[in-house]
């Protein structure tokens, strides 16, 4: 029987039927009844202590667009208030506060009822995520923005904010969440995600589950429906187990994915714990409850009266709080064995959300500099920006799960943000160097700024027409453009949070005392190979495959390359089901044949400053051209390529084998690192064949490493010293669902699979460094993705700006090298924002040492008072924390890992 039978009109006055006269009960019992018998090894659903709760998962775009989740939305609340009418026990919990607020601006009657329902506390505000986010692949700070305007959006609505953030169907969790969630709010986290894992059981149900700076949040795993029965006692008998000795949160014991399941069940004891949520409710595409499912649920409640209760606010947290002390620790991410394509799948979704997550910063630390000097802070763009990007974070959509049009949507919505953000940017520094240097009025001028909280080296590409004054008394490199137009190629050292005038004589003061007859960039043309070469590597590219075939470091010749690097591997990707989604498990069992030879190579640049060289593989319709340079003064080889992509149902990994021999690789995850074993032993471990990444990859064995770095990919897996980083796939979008609208299904020029057209400008590079990763991989990567481009504008001389003030340059800085300023924004509770007195500043400690660090605020500002809050902007986070103001700033002990803001006072 269909869904769409079980819950027609006709059927729905029947089970109303069923349910009135009580004949429903005897049916459910019989159902149990045959799934204790023959599901469950005996277990009997009595013993559970349940507390039922209605939902209906609505995936904010999948099969469907965006307008058509509005009225998904619509008939689901719509539902959900009847059945709070027709069942006064019955209880509905919703997670998104991006669905509210289409109900209060499109839908106010609704949205009135349902803020009469929560105060009622029948509607049970959840989650706390504007939507319910992919993990992976979003930065640090999108996560922190979504809990931001998520739970003030359900504090100033409804005048609360909910304790459990529930993700039902994210895949895959990072590590560094019970952070981020505990400093906004949460007491307590679930899913029911993991138990979708295709190789292993997840072996702990309920855990204290530990982020790197050792921060825990209580997590339990929710399987949802009808078959809790067959879940306790046959399917999943050991993962509800409480510990056998009391615990201790975060201490002891702790689990993560080297720890053998054997280990973690005899840590266990016999006892279940039976206290679990009974969460029920049609999903995906919302509708649910249906009726069917009432009238299920109100039968068992007359079945089980004393331990079948109907859920209201607030009784989550005490369900489960009596147990804690039995609770295990786990302390890793929460991966998903399965959709491991979603770190690939659509690559210009993924491109486009990371271009932005760096303009929202950068134009949010712009207009707050700029704020100082009279600028008004367009807090209504920012907002609107991030909230864009926030939306088009939902776990269907970035991942690359959607059909196409979805997509459709996405681009043009990141459009329109990128033009807003753009020009309110170009506005505030427009106002910011107003002031720095003469201008004609009606000049048009570039900029150069670094929004990082370091002094960096930037290679500025500029006009030589850009540059007032004398260019050529400047150390440059006359290049040309992918148009052919001349260009200088500029070195110059930015300090933190500057923004340089392209005057002549204002760079001169910037550029580094480098004498480029001495120390300079070559390239050697050898029998076998092009050699380049800089004061730190000398780089050898294969002259019949262009692949790298040696990186030495000049001073103590150490190799750092075994192998042929930066090699094309394709191979065939069919997996058996979630093709959108999955990685084929057998894949490296089927490479695809790949001439290696390349068509052409060309040199591009010979120095002094840069040297590149040009290599074009082609393989069928695709091709693939590569950028390879190196610059002066870099133990850095960089990349970048376009691909012309025309293969479907195909993997496409570039290999750098290398000479580490390290026993695990690290990579950042959202404002944090993770390290995976490179050979994995644990049957855990081995299930994560396949690793998500974001901005850098590190392999090093403590003395010297090998870094990749990106520009917009976020998998990889590593094969002994081979870091593989995946750039591509092929796979059928998602299908149209029978129900879905605003599609023309038979129109032919909507692809059939994904990324099938031309993908320029994918940069990574080598970044090969001593010691470990925490020294300078996480910098150079942030500089790699925050490159220094030249921005036109016209500076702006209105009468009500504080010149005085602008005259005086932005000197924000921080002392210590392993913390960084992540973000400086105005305030979300200041209301002058022409001339806002109270700022944020975020700080992030990058390496895993506990610092004291102080932060140098120009003294212009008129530093008041400053105070540690919480990630909502709202409470002040912890009494004991030592924040004090110091002649030249502030001073601060941030914890290894930790995350910390501070709301500052002018």
């Known amino acids: 029987m269909s869904l769409g039978m079980i819950d027609s009109p006709s059927m729905r006055k029947l089970w109303k039927f069923l349910d009135k006269t009580k004949i429903s009960v005897p049916f459910v019992l019989l159902v149990k009844g045959f799934l204790e018998r023959f599901k469950s090894s005996g277990f009997k659903f009595k013993q559970l202590n349940m507390l039922a709760v209605g939902q209906s998962h609505l995936d904010a775009a999948w099969r469907w667009r965006k307008k058509q989740t509005i009225l998904k939305a619509k008939a689901t609340f719509t539902k959900a208030l009847k059945h709070i009418k027709e069942h006064p026990r019955f209880s509905f919990a919703q997670t998104s506060p991006c669905y509210y607020n289409w109900m209060k601006t499109m ?223 786990w302390s890793d991410e929460l991966y998903l064995e399965l959709h491991r394509g979603t770190y690939t799948t659509n690559s210009k979704v993924k491109r486009y959300n990371r271009e932005l997550e760096i303009l929202l910063e950068n134009c949010e630390k712009a207009c707050t500099i700029a704020s100082l000097n009279g600028f008004e802070y367009p807090r209504e763009i920012i907002t609107r920006c991030w909230k864009i990007v926030l939306f088009n974070q939902f776990h269907d959509i970035l991942p690359g799960s959607s059909i196409p049009q979805v997509y459709q949507d996405a681009f043009i919505e990141y459009d329109i943000a990128k033009r807003e953000l753009s020009e309110a940017m170009k506005n505030a520094l427009g106002c910011i160097v107003a002031g720095r240097a003469k201008f004609d009025e009606k000049a048009v001028i570039q900029v150069a700024c670094n929004f990082l909280s370091w002094e960096r080296m930037a290679f500025l590409e500029i006009h030589s027409q850009g540059i007032q004054g004398s260019p050529g008394e400047l150390i440059h490199q006359e290049i040309h453009d992918a148009h052919g137009k001349s260009l200088l190629l500029v070195p110059a050292e930015l300090p933190p949070f500057h923004v340089v005038p392209l005057q002549a004589n204002l760079l001169a003061g910037f550029q580094p005392g480098m004498n480029t007859k001495n120390a300079r960039v070559s390239l050697l043309e050898e029998n076998e ?20 075939s040696s990186i030495v470091e000049i001073v103590s010749g150490y190799e750092y390359i075994e192998g042929m690097a930066n090699r094309i591997m394709l191979f065939t990707d069919m997996p058996s089901r979630h093709v959108a989604w999955n990685i084929d498990q057998a894949y490296l069992e089927k490479p695809i044949q790949f001439n290696d030879a390349s068509v052409a190579i060309e040199i591009m640049e010979r120095g ?214 992540t973000a400086l924004k105005v305030h979300e509770d200041c209301n002058n924002l022409g001339n806002p007195r109270e700022f944020v500043i975020r700080l992030v400690e990058m390496a895993g040492e506990d610092t004291t660090c102080t932060l140098s605020i120009p003294a212009f500002m008129g530093l008041k008072c400053v105070e540690c809050v919480d990630l909502l902007e709202m409470s002040e986070w912890d009494d004991s924390r030592q924040c004090r103001m110091v002649s030249n700033g502030i001073e601060v002990d941030i914890g290894a890992h930790e995350i910390m803001t501070l709301l500052i006072h002018l």
């Open 107 to 329: 839908y106010p009657l609704i949205y009135e009822r349902i803020k009469e329902a929560v105060a009622r506390g029948q509607w049970l505000l959840i989650g706390g995520m504007w939507i319910e986010p992919d993990l992976n692949v979003p930065s640090g700070e999108s996560l922190v923005r979504q809990r931001l305007y998520g739970m003030r959006f359900y504090k100033e609505e409804f005048g609360k904010m909910p304790e459990i953030e529930f993700l039902q169907d994210t895949f895959g969790f990072c590590w560094t969440l019970p952070q981020i969630l505990v400093k906004s709010g949460a007491r307590m986290f679930g899913t029911g995600k993991i138990f979708w894992n295709d190789t292993n059981t997840f072996p702990i149900g309920m855990f204290h589950w530990r982020s790197p700076d050792g921060t825990t949040i209580p997590t339990i795993l929710i399987h949802f429906g009808y078959f809790m029965t067959m879940n306790y006692g046959m399917k999943y008998p050991n993962i509800y187990r409480l510990m056998g000795n009391k615990t201790v949160p975060g201490k002891t014991p702790v689990f993560d994915y080297s720890t053998p399941i054997k280990e973690i069940r005899e840590h266990q004891s016999k006892e279940l714990m039976l206290d679990n949520i009974f969460a029920y409710g049609l999903g995906d595409g919302g509708h649910g409850p249906i009726e069917a499912e009432i009238t299920i649920v109100n039968a068992l409640k007359i079945l089980f009266p004393n331990n079948f209760k109907f859920a209201r606010q607030g009784d989550f947290y005490p369900h489960f709080e009596q147990h804690f002390n039995r609770w295990a620790t």
């Open 608 to 821: 002094p400053l840069r040297c590149r060289v040009r290599v074009k593989h082609v393989h069928g319709e695709t091709s693939f051209i590569q950028d390879i340079s190196v610059r002066l003064g870099e133990r850095m080889v960089r990349f970048s390529m376009d691909v012309d992509w025309h293969e479907t149902e195909t993997l496409f990994k570039l290999s750098f084998p290398t000479t580490i021999d390290a026993g695990h690789i690290s990579s950042e995850i959202p404002y944090g690192y993770i390290d995976r074993p490179v050979s994995p032993e644990t049957a855990l471990d081995k299930a994560r064949w396949e690793y998500s990444c974001q901005k850098w990859i590190d392999l090093s064995d403590g003395e010297k490493g090998v870094a990749l770095l990106n520009n917009c990919k976020y998998g990889f897996n590593i094969i002994d010293k081979d870091i593989r980083l995946t750039v591509l796939n092929g796979p059928m979008f998602a299908k149209y669902a029978k129900e879905t609208m605003f599609v023309e299904r038979n129109d032919a020029s909507i692809p059939t699979h994904v990324d099938q057209f031309l993908h320029e400008g994918i940069r990574y590079a080598l970044h090969l460094h001593d010691g470990t990763w925490r020294e300078s991989t996480w910098r150079k990567a942030l500089e790699f993705n925050n490159p220094v481009v030249p921005m036109e504008l016209v500076p702006a001389f209105e009468k009500d700006y504080k010149q005085n003030d602008v005259n005086e340059p932005f000197n924000l800085s921080c002392s210590a090298s392993n913390v960084i300023i």
């Open 529 to 548: 190979a092009f050699v380049l070469e800089n004061d730190k590597i000398r780089v050898k590219i294969d002259r019949e495959t262009g692949y790298i």
